[in-house]
Every structure is written in C-alpha cells, then in structure tokens.
C-alpha cells in the first residue's frame, strides 16, 4: 500500500547523505524517507540528493541543515522502526503512514505530539489550511502525531466508452447497482468475446496492502468498522467492552463481496495484485472500473499508451453499500517528529516546511494527480488547468465523505491489517474458502487480543 | 611377432607438428623405452597407442588389427600415469579393480584378482587402504597393479617414476624389469631419463623433435650413436666433444688439430669418407696422463668422488672434459694436468653431425 | 598455552571473531527470551513464551513446510543444471557464453523478483499472458497457491544457478585429465565416467555448494517479497517471510528473534549433517 513509485522498480535502494555542513553552530535535522526523485523533487531535485534553491532559501533563513535520506520503501520502513524501538534519535524526521505506523508508533511513546508545535510556525504550516480528514487520519487518542504529506480518498475511476457501448448510462451509486454494472460489463465482454479485458481491477495481494481497500468494503456493507462486537476503533473503548472480533460476524458481508468481486470481475492474477498492477492493468486498458483507491488509476493514466484510456476514464463518486455508508479507501503519507529528536523545535520546523502549501503546491505541479492535502490548491489553476473542475469537486468530495477511522485504530493494527489483506488472498485464490479464511482469522484475532492483555 | 607397430604417424596441434611421421613396432614381449628430450612427442605417441589422440595420419596396428579408430576403452591397453590417477575416494582394491567393476564383473570376483595382483606387488597388507594413505613408491604399485589386473595387451609408462626419489627409482626400475619378466607382456616405457633406458629396455626408440633419431639395443645405440645427438645423449656423464680446427689426411689415416694446437691421428673407415668436424670421447675412454703422453693440458676444476670411480673435470682449450679415474686416484682443482684419449674408441661427426666411424666390433 | 607465541598472533583475530559472531548471535539469543513487542510497551524477559507462542502458530509450521518444499525443489533442480551447464561448458573458451549465464548473479534479488513478476504476470506478462497460453497451459501463476511456489521457485533458480555453476565449474577444471583418460582406458561410458570420477572428485564443491545454497534458500527474501509477498495467501511465505513480517508488521521483536534462533539451529544442523556427510577425508 503507501505510495510506491514507479522508479522502485529499478532502483533497488538509493541512499544519499549530505557531505556538507557549512557551519558547526547549525542544527541538523535528518530525515528519512522513500521515492528519490519524487517525493519532493523540487527541494531535492531528480535524483533526490540535490538541493534546489528554495531548500537552500529555508536552510539559511532557518539557520538549519536538511539532511534527506532517501531508501527504498521498505528499507526506509525498516529503518524507522529500528531507529524508534532503539531510541537513537538518529533521524529527527520520520516518513509514516495512516495505516499503522501512526497508530502503533504513538502508543508505544515514539512520535512526539504536535499540538503544541502548531502556533510555532503558522507561515509555514496551518492546520486549518488542509483538509481536516488528513489530519484526523492522523490523530489517535485526541493528538495529532503527523502531518500530512500526500494522501486520498476513495473513488471509482471507469471507462465511459465501455459503459456506454453495454448502456450503462451512469456510474452505480450503491454496490449493488455496481454488482449489476458489473455483469453486465462481464456479459458484454463475453458475448463481443473480449477476453483480456475486465470489468473490475483491484488488489488482492497477500499483506496489509489490499486491507485498504477491502476494509473500506467492510464499512459500507456494516456500516460501522466490523472488527470487534459494537465497532469501538480505540483501545481504550475496546477494553471497557471487552469487545470481541468479529470477523466471522458483521465482518463477512464486505470480506465475502470483496472476494466475489475478485473473483468474479477481476482478472485471473489478483491475488497476487498490488497498487501497481491494478495500475498497470488500468493504464493498459484491460479494466473497465478501478476502484475503490482511485488514485491508483491517475497514477497510471499519463504515462498510458491506450487513446482511449486516456480520453474516456472518468472518475465517480465511490457507491454506498446497504448500510448507506460508501465504499472507503482512505490513507494518508505523513511525517512526523522522533520523540528521541534532540532538536524537536528545528525538526517541525522543517516538519512544517515540507507539508507547507507552498512545497505542496509544487509537488502537484510535478506529478499532476488531482489529489492534494490543501484546498486551495485543488481551486488553483495547478489543478484546474489539468483536470475538469467537476471531477475536481468529486475528488474533493471523498476526502469529505472519508471516516478515516474506518477500521480501528489501534496498537495492532499493521498486524490485523496483514493477516486480514492475507486471509483474503487466500480467499480469492482459491487456496481457502471464505469461511474458512474468516474462521482462522477469527480464532487468531481472537487469541491475538486476549494476548495483547484486552480482555483481562 | 609384432605386437604393436606404427606406421607413419603424423600430429599437429594447430599450426605445430609435433609428431612428424613416426613408424616402429614392438615384438610381443618387448620392452619398448621410448627416450629424448622433454617436448620431444614421447607422450603424444603414447597417447596414439592407447588411443587418447588420434593421429593427424597413419596408421597403427595390434597384431594384424588395424586400431587406428578403435575406442581407448575397446584397446584393452594398461596405462601408468607419471600421476598415477589413483582416485582418492577409492581403496587400494576398488582402485585396482575399477576396470572390472566396469566391466560388470561381480564383487567378490573383483576382490578375489585384487588379492591375486596384490599379492604379485607385495600390496595385500595395503587392500584396504585410500591412496592418501600410501607412501609414493606404493602409488606407484597400485597403479601398476591397476594395468595388471585387466590382463592387458599391452603396457603403456608415462615416466612412472619421476615422482620418486632416487632411491626408490632405483628400485621400481628393477621391479618393473622383474615384473616384465614375470608376465613377459609387450611393455612401453616413456622416459627422458637415460639411464631408465639404459638399464631397462630391450630395445630404445630414440626421438628428438618429434622424429625417430635411432632405434635399437642399448648397447647398439650407445656404441655406435648414428649422430651427436644420439652420442651425447646417451651415456653418463656426457660424451666429451671437441671441435676439429684441421684436417690432414693420408688415405685412412687423418691427423686432427684442435683448438689449442693439440693433434690425434685417427683412422678412418675409407679414404672417401668427409673431413671429420667433431670428434667424442666417452669419460671412460678419457685419462689424466703424465705430461707429454696427453693430448691437451688443462686445469682441474673439480673431482668427483663417486667411491668405484672419480670423475675429473678440466678446463681446456678445447673446452670442458670429463675423464673417469680409477677411485684412488688423487686430483685437487686448480692443477694443470695433461688429458690423453683412448683414440681408437674415438667417434668421429661429419658436418651433419652424422657419425663417420663405426665401432661394430667392440 | 599462554606461552605459545601463536596464541597471542591469533588472538586479535579471534578477539574479532567473538566479536562478529558471538555478540549479535548472543543478542539474537537474549531477544528471543525477551518479552519485546512494540505494541505493548515494555521490554522484559519472558522465559520462553516466544517459542511457546511460534510452535503453537500455524503459520510457523505453514512456513516451515513451504520453506522445505522451496528448500528442496529449488536445490535439486539448481543441482541439475548448475552440473549439466558445467559440464557442457568445462571446455569451451568462449567467454560470451560463460558471461551470459553468469549475468543473472549480478542482477540484484530485487530486481530480478520484479522482472519474474512481470513476465509471469497471467494478464499482461509475457510468459504469463502470451507464452503459456499459446502453448496451451493455461494456468496463472502467480495468483494460484501451487503456481506462485513454482514460480519463485522458478526465479531463485534462474537468479542462482549461476552461483553453483561456478562452483561446479571451478571443481571440474580442477579435476586432472589423468583421471578421465584411466577410467576411458578401462573402458568407462559416460555415464560411468560421472559416476565414477566426475562426482567422487567433485564431492567437497558439491558440499560446498549444498552448504550457501540452503543457507541462502533458508534466507531468500526479496525475491519471494517482490514476487509474490508470501502470497497467494500464504502459499510462498517461508520462514524468512514470516520472520520479516513478524518484526515489521507485527512489530513483535522477540517472536522475531525467536524465529531467527529456529532458524539459525536449523541451517547450523543442516550444515553439520552436510560437513558430516561430503567434507569427510575423502
Ligand atoms: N594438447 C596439446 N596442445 C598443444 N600442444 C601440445 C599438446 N600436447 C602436447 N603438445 C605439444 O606437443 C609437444 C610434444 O609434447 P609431449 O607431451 O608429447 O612431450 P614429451 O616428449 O612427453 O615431453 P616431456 O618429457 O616433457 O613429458 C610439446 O611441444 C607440447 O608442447
Ligand atoms: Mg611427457
């Protein structure tokens, strides 16, 4: 899940240090993070061990030395957890994501709260500028922990020519309206004997990265996040109930559609899937529909060679399932502060400048995806010269329409989400039937959180 | 009858010839040496017998059988590396025997002919043993052993003793005679070492530079050398050579001057015969004599005292000689001493280097 | 002993030893007693709760198998041709050949796990879309259980074989020529020529091959990452797979020591059985 790039392919692990330190009585501030030449490619430049002029600009004024280290995602992963459980303080700055590390970070004490950071430097970062979901994704137990870098909401990107060739006039806005678009597009593909595309691309990957997904499935069928009995999302609310999981309960509708959806729409390999084949499949034109982690589908229309996939993808609204809730997929790409960082003061500052609108602003610019953390920026002519002021609007809509907390945020959850995005794997391959994959998920869950004391 | 025979074998690698037409043959029950110096092709040609490379062109027989094109494996040949090739992860006996085994031929058959030949090469203490375990002169066993126990047409030896010491040499050399006595199978013996020829062959095959210089009996070729290079090559120490500055003749009668204004008188076989160019004198039929009797004066450079002889080397106008005393014989370097030949076992070189007298009688 | 000048020459090398080795194994040892879970703060010894837990788990005994299974398929069929391209190229000179069959060890895991990926990839992979289909297997590799294990399979044998080939073609060029001719003298085929020379005299390369390749199998992780990330389900997650998402996902650090104990006893056991078996005196 998280943002992969397209160069990870290639680049197997880039490490780039600064040799240079002008003056001793300067602060440095290390950062570590993933996507050399990506992210924030207009203060590191392409290769991601440059500094463009407004980074030396911020350096001087701030009287700070920015020290980037860019690795390959999971070595960088690898590298904050052991940097945190060690307490070095190595690095000030920590890349992180909404889907566990946040969550299980602050609870064992490693992430500084920002709170009190915030009115320390309002030029560069003001909360009340982003959209409130990114920060709240980004809240556990009432304290912002990070700030947000690069995130979305859910959505459904679909190719308009193949829906009006079967009369599918509109995009579905319930799942079950989608699950009739669905065979249709199915049938119609058969009956034209179009075998290699599909209607629907997803992931299906074993590992947290389809749990995404698949939880947002999970909330729009229960209308509540399904894991444990009455849908508590802290620890705090799950110890005073003593609520246990579910994944065999209220869970099941979502899971079971998922996997059906899967199976039945997508194509024959996905469950091996990630983000980049739902991407690549899309880009090729071989999907009908992308969803529900739309962004999947921007990441892949520009570099796509297929006409038509550029002139006829649209994006809608992502359907409600029976509970009225809508399908999620929400995730956030934030930073936050070592709570071992000897300079924590410096290391939000630079925390700041790298979320500030003005940085952000230029990361849109540079990879031109309708999706960003500040209003303003989605109004401004960065976005609206590209991409159709209603697809805009709709866009903007799902980052309103998004409860982060659709799945619990607790201590575990990197763990929950593995072996849920597992059990699903093995669902749709074959290798265990739906039951049988919830009811291993169950009995672990369950063993899982009475061991984690719950229940005591 | 002719066990093995070659007839104009010819073999290059790449642009070199390295065997340049060989042709001979070995009786059933000889023991072949082929001698020469290293790089010479004794390998090669053994190589061809057995079937290992083939020859560029010729032919080569067992018997009346033409085995030009047969298979090593179809030659029913005996080979003794000069390295043995015993296998490390294999017994004495399992080693002996591993044609066998090949073959089909069951265990206890296999054991029953390892005990058989090991009991001929005194090894039966040793059956059980890897060749880790062994000294050199035992390898060196084993892998005769090996050729033994297939009962084959023909022995082929790559130097088998170069990796021995002196000793031991001396002592694997008899053996090896005594086994051939013994089993009275054709054998073929490459060495470069002539005294290995000397002492073993029935019959030596002297080659320089891939051709067949001479061939016959030891005594033949040490007697009577077609050439220099047969003459020196043969025969320890070397042959003392001198240049011949002179000549005048009376009929068969030659008078030589060589450097240093010394003169001998030879005779020669006929009156037509070329100028000698050389003359040799083997060490044997060399003497430090009392001035006046010798045909050169020289100065002692050293004595060696081999105990049933002494050999004196001097340093002369004519270059380095080597003569053999009588062990009593008393000779400190550095004294100026006269050298005197036994002139009528004198051999005489032409131009050519080709041998003008013959010593037939002798 | 003291008094021996050796002693005190090797000393600093075995200082350094002790060092390298003992300490992070040690470590290791000390973790995987340790009650050390990011999620439940507080880091103290917990006997061995962490074995406990790892036996009871059906994953460690579902990785277990799938590791054996990887371990055992992948070495044999790497065996197979790492000896076969050996001993068809022991005599050739040509230097292209040789480099090309060697290309794939420089080619990072990484890599080349996304290059299976997407050749064996059943909708737009080359092999996986066009190839297979067209010879009439119609299978998707990667998403199906079996599939996806012989797919990685697949992959660490092409990424791999090389490495035993250089080994095995070191060892038969060492071999001396002696040994062929005597065996053909005693009239061996080829085939008894193998059996015969070639292997016995190859015994401790082919131990030494034996010895990384299941070091390296146990511990084979980007490739199967890459690929499939242990997946469908869990049908290609080995031991090093778990081990990795215990630490990083689970952020359990003690169950993840306790694996890695597992494993370090196995591979160590497997070596020994192996030195025991090949490396004797021959
Ligand atoms: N395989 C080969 N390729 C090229 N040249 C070779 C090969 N084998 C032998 N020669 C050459 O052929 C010539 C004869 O070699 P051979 O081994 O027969 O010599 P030899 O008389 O046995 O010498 P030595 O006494 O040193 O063993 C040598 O010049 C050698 O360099
Ligand atoms: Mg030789």
Same mark, same amino acid.
């Given at each position: ?8 392919? $290639? ?26 030449? %990506? ?65 299980? =970070?602050? *609870? ?16 560069? =970062? ?25 995130? &979305? ?35 119609? &593909? ?16 074993? !590992? ?46 979502? %899971? ?58 649209? %994006? ?7 509970? !009225? ?7 956030? /790409? ?12 410096? *290391? ?34 960065? $976005? ?42 093995? +669902? ?29 | ?79 003794? %590396? ?72 023909? =022995? ?61 009996? @030891? ?9 220099? &290079?047969?003459?020196? =090559?043969?025969?320890? @120490? ?22 240093? +204004? ?27 004599? @009392? ?27 004519? !270059?380095?000689?080597? +003569? ?21 076992? *004198? ?16 | ?39 439940? @703060? ?128 070191? *060892? ?9 001719? +005597? ?11 193998? &059996? ?15 010895? /990384? ?70």
């Amino acid at each position: 899940m998280s943002i992969h790039f397209k160069q990870r392919a $290639l680049v197997a692990a880039c490490v780039a240090s600064f040799a240079a330190s002008p003056a001793l009585a300067q602060t440095e501030i290390n950062v570590v993070g993933f996507g050399a030449g %990506f992210a924030w490619a207009d203060l590191f430049g392409a290769t991601g061990a440059e500094k463009t002029q407004k980074l030396l600009d911020f350096e001087k004024e701030h009287d700070i030395v920015v020290n980037m280290e860019f690795a390959d995602e999971d070595v960088a992963r690898q590298k904050v957890l052991l940097d945190l459980v060690n307490g070095t303080g190595d690095y000030d700055l920590v890349m992180l994501g909404s889907d566990g590390a946040v969550q299980t =970070f602050s *609870a064992a004490g490693y992430l500084e709260a920002l709170g009190p950071y915030l009115e320390t430097a309002p030029d560069l =970062f003001d909360p009340a500028k982003v959209y409130p979901p990114f920060l709240e994704a980004n809240t556990v137990a009432g304290e912002l922990y990070a700030l947000p870098y690069y995130s &979305f909401g859910a959505g459904a990107v679909y190719r308009k020519d193949l829906f009006d060739k079967y009369g599918i006039s509109e995009f579905p806005k319930t799942t079950e309206e989608m699950a009739t678009a669905l065979q249709t597009l199915k049938d119609g &593909f058969a009956a034209d004997g179009i075998t290699d595309v599909y209607p629907l691309t997803m992931r299906g990957a074993p !590992g947290e990265e389809p749990s995404l997904d698949l939880n947002g499935f999970v909330y729009a069928y229960a209308g509540y996040p399904a894991w444990f009995e009455g849908g508590p999302t802290t620890p705090e609310e799950i110890k005073a109930s003593k609520a246990q999981p579910i994944f065999t309960g209220d869970f099941k509708e979502g %899971f079971s559609t998922f996997v059906n959806w899967s199976r039945e729409y997508g194509p024959p390999g996905i469950a091996g899937h990630t983000w980049v084949d739902m991407m690549n499949l899309y880009a090729q034109g071989k999907a009908a529909i992308l969803f529900p982690s739309a962004i999947n589908a921007f990441a892949g229309i520009p570099s796509s060679e297929v006409p038509e996939v550029k002139e006829f993808s649209a %994006f809608a609204p992502s359907p409600a399932g029976p509970s !009225g809730k809508v399908v999620q997929s929400f995730w956030t /790409f934030s930073v936050g502060v070592s709570a071992f960082s000897k300079n924590k003061q410096e *290391a939000y500052e630079v925390l700041a400048f790298l979320t500030s609108e003005d940085v952000m602003r230029d990361f849109a610019e540079v990879i031109g995806w309708p999706y960003t953390t500040y209003p303003s920026i989605m109004h401004s002519p960065t $976005l609206t010269d590209k991409w159709p002021t209603e697809m805009l609007d709709q866009i903007e809509a799902s980052f309103y329409d998004a409860d982060p907390h659709y799945f619990p945020y607790i201590p575990e959850l990197t763990e929950f989400m593995d072996h849920i995005g597992t059990a699903a794997s093995s +669902a749709i391959s074959g290798a265990q039937t739906i039951d049988e994959a919830l009811d291993e998920l169950q009995s672990w869950a369950t063993e899982r959180m009475d061991r984690a004391g719950y229940y005591k | 009858m002719v066990a093995i025979r070659l007839q104009d074998i010819r073999k290059s690698y790449g642009p070199v010839e390295v065997i340049k037409g060989v042709s001979f043959e070995a009786e059933q029950g000889e023991f072949v040496v082929f001698v020469g110096p290293s790089g010479c092709g004794k390998s090669t040609i053994l190589r061809m017998i057995a079937g290992l490379e083939k020859p560029d062109s010729g032919e080569i027989y067992f018997g009346d059988d033409r085995y030009t094109d047969v298979p090593p494996g179809k030659r029913e040949i005996g080979m003794v %590396f000069q390295s043995y090739a015993l296998y490390p992860h294999m017994s004495v006996a399992d080693n002996m025997t591993v044609s066998l085994r090949l073959a089909g031929v069951p265990k206890t058959d296999r054991r029953k002919r390892a005990v058989e030949v090991a009991r001929m090469l005194k090894l039966d203490e040793l059956l059980d043993r890897k060749p880790a375990e062994l000294s050199g002169g035992q390898r060196q066993r084993v892998a005769i052993g090996r050729a033994i126990v297939r009962d084959p047409k023909a =022995f082929l030896f790559d130097e088998p003793l170069s990796n021995l010491d002196a000793a031991l040499r001396v002592e694997t050399r008899l053996e090896i005679s005594r086994l051939h006595q013994q089993i009275n199978t054709t054998m073929i013996y490459v060495t470069h070492d002539q005294t290995e020829a000397m002492t073993m062959a029935d019959r030596i095959v002297l080659l320089d530079a891939g051709q067949v210089v001479q061939q016959g009996t @030891p005594l033949e070729l040490y007697r009577n050398p077609a050439n220099l &290079f047969v003459a020196t =090559f043969l025969g320890s @120490p070397k042959m003392n050579v001198l240049d011949v500055a002179a000549v005048s003749r009376d009929g068969t009668t030659a008078q030589l001057t060589m450097a240093g +204004a010394s003169h001998v008188s030879v005779t020669l076989p006929s009156p037509e015969t070329a100028d000698p160019k050389s003359i040799g004198v083997r060490p044997e039929d060399t003497r430090i004599v @009392p001035e006046g009797e010798g045909v050169l004066s020289g100065t002692i450079i050293s004595a060696e005292h081999l105990g049933s002889e002494v050999l004196v080397h001097t340093e002369t106008a004519a !270059g380095q000689i080597i +003569a053999k005393m009588p062990p009593d014989f008393s000779a400190h370097a550095g004294d100026t001493v006269w050298v005197g030949f036994n002139v009528a076992r *004198a051999h005489l070189f032409d131009a050519d280097g080709l041998t003008i007298n013959n010593h037939a009688r002798q | 002993m003291l008094r021996d000048w050796r002693f005190w020459f090797f000393l600093p090398t075995l200082l350094a030893l002790g060092i390298v080795v003992l300490f992070p194994t040690g470590y290791l040892l000390w973790m995987s007693l340790a009650h050390w879970i990011i999620t439940e @703060p507080g880091v103290y010894f917990d006997g061995l709760a962490n074995f406990r837990t790892l036996f009871r788990s059906a994953s460690f005994y579902d990785s277990a198998r799938v590791t054996a299974l990887y371990l055992f398929f992948s070495t044999v069929i790497m065996m197979v041709f790492a000896m076969l391209m050996a001993l068809a190229l022991q005599h050739s000179r040509s230097g292209i050949l040789r480099s090309a069959i060697v290309l794939p060890l420089v080619i990072p895991p990484v890599v080349a796990g996304f290059t299976w990926r997407f050749l064996l990839n059943g909708e737009i992979g080359f092999l996986g879309a066009w190839l297979f289909p067209m010879v009439g297997l119609d299978v998707n590799m990667l998403s199906n259980p079996s599939g996806a294990l012989v797919s990685v399979i697949i992959a660490d044998v092409w990424s791999r074989t090389p490495f035993m080939f250089l080994i095995f073609l070191a *060892a038969l060029q060492g071999i001396p020529r002696d040994y062929y001719e +005597a065996v053909r003298l005693d009239g061996a085929t080829a085939v008894q020529e193998f &059996f015969t020379v070639t292997l016995p005299l190859m015994r401790s390369a082919v131990a030494v091959a034996l010895l /990384f390749r299941v070091v390296d199998a146990i511990n084979t992780f980007e490739l199967i990452y890459v690929m499939t990330k242990g997946g469908p389900g869990r049908a290609t997650q080995t031991l090093s797979l778990l081990g990795w998402k215990t630490a990083f996902q689970n952020y359990d650090l003690g169950g993840a020591a306790a694996l890695g104990v597992v494993m370090l006893v196995v591979t160590t056991i497997s070596a020994g059985i192996m030195f025991a078996r090949f490396m004797r005196k021959a």
